[in-house]
């Protein structure tokens, strides 16, 4: 595990003496990593916070502030002095719950009412574009994960073991090994998702705002509020200059027959995720977006007005697809995009842009690709997150099964695909083999059994598990999805997107139960008993398939 070189023996801060040493240890340093601790809730009873820990840079050295134990005056005006001005950068994982913990905790003192110049980590990509935790990153940037054994340890125990006072004292310090790994990397460029923010906290109709913060707050709610700095204006020229910046084609209005396309703005865990979709009204299925992050359907939200302004600067209903206020967004693209060189968005304004897709797609995909992804990994056919989308006529496929459509090699006898077929079209596949088509059936939900099956065999899978397709382990597997819910419809709707006929001459020439194709050719004497005798009054003494 992650553990810094010189790992120091955290001070513990328990009495007025120790206090007045953390405030000349503050004065000195550039720098602090902020962490808290907390008992874990049990039974529904929620404990306040016990530990507050202060990694100070150039020191090295981490300060812990035992808040179960000791309060006292001095000690919340050195913390204030500290966490309220903006002379030092805080640094912090998901900062904004320790703030909302330790304000509840205390709710009188001004020290955790809002606090600036801070740097959250919690929106950095992955270079899988997946959500990770603060060890993840860790083990990313500086070679090793961290130690959370003691996470979930009994924190209003006294006196708190080694263990447990070494695992605050790394929490916070590794904070600043982070931040020094990042800018040394990217020439003092911080990655996409770390943002300069000021937090504040509002409870019960009464704000404890700052004199100059500009983002408001909802008094309704127990809220944290985060607010990107400086606040860019923008306007319809800050995302006419952006598409000039990165050469993108447009004309200035809406232009007849170009699609209309949204823009809309989602919380996938509390970071921003912007969606970029063809028009039609359809509801997106916001569980398809949580598998494709791998997250509970639970964390993803479309995000209020509020949220929509301060990421994105923009209101509902006129988020531009470029030049947001913050960058480093993650966007997904619609596929259905493609199926026109143009496409009208909204301009900022009341106004709309055609903008040229294939240009913009280029521009966003490179804005939000982290590093070591690669191209188009992560990008998701969001047909697939409209509720409603897809019941049309035509299939929806995968950018692999168009790529692999002509190729011979996934193809059988007659011409006709090999599929694999999963458990929600049980009565297709024996239509399939009816028609002689080589159709594997795989009958329990089994996800990683389909991807095994796929990789032994080059077939296609046929599917109308939406949220299947959606994990990222599916996205460069050949699939398609037949719209319709009738077997007949079904099997019309894939014959058309592969453009084959029916070949008479393969009709029942497959088993509907065990897929085989090797049948012996029997006269009807030689079937006699084993099969109803009906069979037999329409069965020509001729040799014949039985």
């Not at 903006?86 to 003192?109: A, E, M």
């Not at 306007?235 to 084609?249: M, N, P």
């Not at 047909?383 to 099964?401: E, P, T, V």
């Amino acid at each position: 595990f992650w553990v810094p070189s010189q790992l120091e023996p955290a001070i513990m801060v328990s009495s007025d003496l120790e206090v007045e040493q953390l405030r000349e240890a503050i004065r000195r340093s550039t720098m602090v990593g902020v962490d808290a601790e907390w008992q874990p809730e049990q039974a529904g009873v929620r404990s306040p916070v016990s530990l507050l820990q202060l990694g100070l840079s150039p020191s090295g050295r981490c300060w812990v502030v035992d808040l179960l134990c000791f309060s006292s005056c001095r000690l919340f005006q050195v913390l204030e002095d500290l966490l309220c001005e903006p002379r030092v950068p805080k640094l912090g994982y998901n900062i904004q719950t320790d703030l909302k913990k330790l304000h509840s905790s205390f709710p009188s003192q001004r020290c955790f009412g809002c606090w600036r110049n801070v740097y959250d980590f919690v929106g950095m990509p992955h270079p899988g574009g997946a959500l990770v935790g603060l060890s993840a990153i860790v083990n990313r940037w500086l070679g090793r994960p961290l130690d959370k054994t003691a996470q979930t340890s009994n924190w209003g125990a006294r006196p708190l073991d080694a263990a447990q006072l070494e695992y605050a004292a790394v929490d916070a310090l590794c904070l600043l090994e982070l931040y020094q790994a990042m800018v040394l990397h990217d020439s003092a460029q911080l990655p996409p998702g770390v943002r300069l923010a000021e937090i504040q906290i509002s409870s019960a109709g009464s704000a404890a705002r700052c004199a100059t913060d500009p983002c408001p707050v909802d008094p309704a709610v127990n809220q944290v509020v985060c607010s990107t700095l400086p606040l860019v204006p923008v306007s319809r020229s800050t995302v006419v200059r952006a598409l000039d910046q990165h050469c993108v084609t447009y004309f200035p209005t809406a232009q007849h027959g170009a699609p209309i396309a949204n823009t809309l703005l989602f919380m996938v865990h509390r970071v921003p995720v912007v969606l970029l979709s063809v028009g039609g009204g359809a509801r997106v299925d916001t569980g398809a977006i949580a598998a494709h992050f791998k997250v509970s359907s639970r964390r993803v939200k479309m995000a209020t007005r509020a949220e929509c302004e301060h990421f994105l600067g923009f209101s509902p209903g006129s988020i531009p697809p470029i030049g947001w206020r913050t960058g480093g967004v993650s966007t997904i693209l619609d596929r259905s995009l493609g199926s026109s060189d143009w496409a009208a968005f909204s301009d900022g304004g009341t106004g709309a842009l055609t903008i040229h897709v294939g240009q913009l797609a280029g521009v966003v995909s490179a804005a939000r690709l982290g590093e070591g992804s690669a191209q188009g990994e992560s990008q998701l056919p969001l047909q697939l997150l409209q509720k409603g989308a897809g019941q049309g006529d035509q299939c929806i496929a995968s950018a692999a099964c168009d790529r692999l459509k002509a190729k011979q090699e996934w193809r059988g006898r007659g011409g006709y695909p090999r599929f694999l077929v999963d458990n929600m079209l049980g009565k297709t596949v024996r239509w399939l083999r009816n028609l002689g088509m080589d159709a594997e059936y795989q009958s329990k939900k089994d996800y990683n059994q389909l991807l095994t099956k796929l990789e032994a065999s080059p077939r296609v899978l046929l599917t109308q598990d939406r949220r299947l397709l959606c994990l990222r382990s599916f996205l460069d597997i050949p699939w398609l999805l037949p719209p319709s819910r009738i077997p007949k419809e079904q099997v019309r709707q894939v014959l058309e997107y592969f453009e084959t006929d029916i070949k008479p001459e393969l009709y029942m020439t497959r088993c509907v139960e065990c897929n085989n194709d090797g049948f012996d050719r029997l006269v009807p004497g030689q079937v006699e008993g084993r099969v109803p005798e009906t069979c037999l009054l329409y069965t020509s003494p001729s040799p014949r398939d039985s």
